[in-house]
């Protein structure tokens, strides 16, 4: 490979890993109880809009987008620590999840999920 095409193929590669962290994935607190699952994701700053849960046989998936709001007009960033633009959080639980037995509530930033297993015993 010329220096050419390595320098070309390392700016792609480098390239291509800035977009894969433009991904972020939320944190979620997992609880099992005496009637199934429960996960808490953290979604502080999301509309529930923006947010799509998909469940299928072990799998549970969040994804969805956190956007930028302005607060002022004339701001410059000086610091940014919050991550912003499309998100997805996968887990894989160790049970089929029945799928009409799923429920969803959000809280001040908190997407809980509820569910119970085929099996009926958690």
Not at 34 to 47: H, N, P, Q, T
Not at 58 to 79: K, N
Not at 96 to 111: A, H, I, N, W
Request: charged share 25%; net charge negative.
């Amino acid at each position: 490979m010329s220096g050419d095409s390595r320098r070309a193929s390392d700016l792609f590669l480098s390239a291509a890993r800035a977009f894969q962290k433009t991904q972020w994935c939320p944190a979620v607190d997992v609880y099992q109880t005496r009637d199934g699952w429960v996960l808490k994701y953290e979604l502080a700053g999301i509309s529930p809009q923006e947010v799509e849960l998909t469940v299928h046989g072990h799998t549970v998936a969040v994804r969805g987008s956190r956007r930028d709001v302005r607060v002022d007009e004339l701001q410059q960033s000086y610091s940014m620590e919050i991550s912003y633009n499309q998100f997805e959080r996968s887990l894989e639980l160790p049970c089929v999840v029945d799928t009409m037995r799923v429920s969803t509530d959000y809280r001040d930033g908190m997407l809980i999920v509820r569910l119970r297993c085929e099996d009926s015993s958690a």
